[in-house]
C-alpha cells in the first residue's frame, strides 16, 4: 500500500458523500464572493496601488512586526482605524483568520469562560483549541441560553472573565446577532464581548462601520473587521482597549512569529476604509441589490428576510447542492454549494451571496435559472 493511500481513502470517502472540494477558477456571474461593495477589482484600489507604488510603498515587509517589519503605513492605518470606529486602538493582521487565531488563543486566561455562538467562525473555533480558557458553545442567537450560562458559571465557583464570542452577521444563514441584547447581558454580568464584523463591515453601519456601531464602542468590546471582503483587499484589524494591544504584540503568537502584512496592503486597506466611508452610495445600491432579491429569491430563501446580502437556499442533501450549483455555473451563474462541516448535516444548501459585480438584471436571470435548475433535478 502506498505511504498516502489513508489519504487517499479519505478523499474517495469524501466523493461517495458528496463532499470532496476542488479548486475551480470563478465561472461566471459573481453569486458566491464576499466582495460586497465590488471593490476589489475597482479601479478605485487599481489607481490607488498604482500611486502608492509609484509613491516608493514597499510591497513587501520583510520581516514581523517587531523585528523590521514595521512600517509607516502600519502605524497610520491602525491609527485611522482606530479613530474611525471609536476605539482606542487598533491593530493589523494578515488575515481575519490569523485575527481570530490570535485573539482566541491569546486574550481569555486560564480560569476565564469563553461562551461561543454555535454557529461562530471556524477560525475562532481553532484560536480556542490554542488557549488556556474554558469554552462553551449557546444555541445561536438564544439570549436565554447565553445568560443561563453565565449563571451557571458562576454558581458552580467560576471567578474568570466571561467572554461572549458572536459574529454580527453570520455568513451561512444572513441573520444578525441581536447585539444590543447581548450588549445588556455583557453588562449585566461584567463580561466582555468579542463581535465579529467580518460580513458586516462596510455594508452596514454609517460610514461603513458595521453593525456593532450601534454600541458606541463601549469599553468591554473588542471587534474583529476584516478588509477581504466589502473593503476588497485583504487582512484583519482588531479594535481594542491600548491595553489589550500591547498584550497582543506582547503574547499573541500568531502576531509575533508572522511576517507582517505588506506596507502596499496597509496603505491599500487605509485608503478603502475612507472610500467606503465617503461614498454611502455604494451601502444604497446593494440595499437595492438585496431588495430586488428579496422580491425574486424570497420563495426559495424562507429564512432570509434579514436583510443581509447574504441568501442561503438550503437543499439538504449534499449532492443535491453540488449538481444544482452545478447546473447553475453551466448557464453562466458563479453559485458554490456548501456542505458539512461548514453548515450542519442535513442543511447542504446554496449560499447565494449578492454583490456590486452583479447587476438587478442577473438577480432576476439568476432566480429564473435557480428555479428551473431546481425543477430538473427534482424531475430527475
Not at 479548486?23 to 502608492?52: M, Q, V, W
Not at 430563501?301 to 441568501?311: E, K, L, M, N, W
Not at 442543511?347 to 429564473?368: H, W
Request: aromatic content about 6%; hydrophobic content about 45%; glycine content about 8%.
Amino acid at each position: 500500500m502506498s505511504l498516502f493511500e489513508p489519504f487517499q481513502q479519505q478523499l474517495d470517502a469524501l466523493d461517495r458523500a458528496g463532499r470532496k472540494r476542488a479548486l475551480i477558477i470563478p465561472p461566471g456571474k459573481d453569486f458566491a464572493s464576499n466582495d460586497y461593495l465590488g471593490l476589489a477589482r475597482s479601479t478605485f484600489l487599481s489607481e490607488t496601488a498604482h500611486a502608492a507604488l509609484d509613491s516608493g510603498i514597499p510591497h513587501g515587509s520583510g520581516g514581523s512586526r517587531l523585528l523590521g517589519g514595521n512600517h509607516v503605513e502600519h502605524e497610520a492605518l491602525e491609527a485611522f482605524t482606530a479613530k474611525h470606529y471609536g476605539a482606542e486602538a487598533a491593530l493589523f493582521f494578515s488575515t481575519g483568520y490569523a485575527a481570530n487565531l490570535a485573539l482566541f488563543s491569546t486574550l481569555p486566561q486560564t480560569g476565564d469562560l469563553v461562551l461561543y455562538d454555535a454557529l461562530i467562525h471556524a477560525s475562532s473555533h481553532d484560536g480556542m483549541k490554542l488557549g488556556r480558557a474554558e469554552t462553551q458553545s449557546f444555541r445561536h442567537n438564544d439570549l436565554e441560553d447565553l445568560a443561563g450560562q453565565i449563571a451557571a458559571y458562576r454558581e458552580r465557583g467560576g471567578t474568570g472573565t466571561v467572554w461572549i464570542a458572536v459574529e454580527s452577521l453570520y455568513s451561512m444563514d444572513g441573520d444578525q446577532a441581536p447585539l444590543l441584547d447581548i450588549a445588556q447581558i455583557a453588562e449585566r454580568h461584567d463580561a466582555v464581548m468579542i463581535i465579529d464584523e467580518a460580513h458586516a463591515v462596510g455594508v452596514f453601519g454609517e460610514r461603513g462601520v458595521g453593525l456593532s456601531g450601534v454600541l458606541k464602542n463601549q469599553d468591554n468590546m473588542i471587534v474583529l473587521r476584516t478588509c477581504g471582503k466589502a473593503l476588497g483587499v485583504e487582512g484583519g484589524l482588531i479594535t481594542m482597549p491600548d491595553v489589550l494591544r500591547n498584550f497582543f504584540i506582547n503574547r499573541a503568537r500568531a502576531f509575533i512569529f508572522s511576517t507582517a502584512p505588506s506596507p502596499l496592503t496597509a496603505h491599500m486597506v487605509h485608503q478603502a476604509i475612507a472610500y467606503v466611508a465617503d461614498n454611502p452610495s455604494l451601502q444604497r445600491q446593494l440595499q437595492d441589490h438585496i431588495q430586488v432579491a428579496e422580491q425574486q429569491l424570497g420563495p426559495l430563501c424562507p429564512a432570509s428576510r434579514s436583510g443581509s446580502q447574504i441568501f442561503p437556499v438550503i437543499l439538504g442533501e449534499d449532492r443535491l447542492a453540488v449538481q444544482v450549483a452545478t447546473n447553475l455555473q453551466q448557464v453562466g451563474f458563479d453559485v458554490r454549494a456548501i456542505r458539512p462541516p461548514t453548515v450542519a448535516a442535513g442543511t447542504a444548501r446554496l449560499r447565494l451571496s449578492l454583490t456590486l459585480n452583479v447587476s438587478q438584471e442577473d438577480i432576476i436571470l439568476l432566480a429564473e435559472a435557480l428555479n428551473e435548475a431546481r425543477r430538473v433535478e427534482h424531475a430527475a
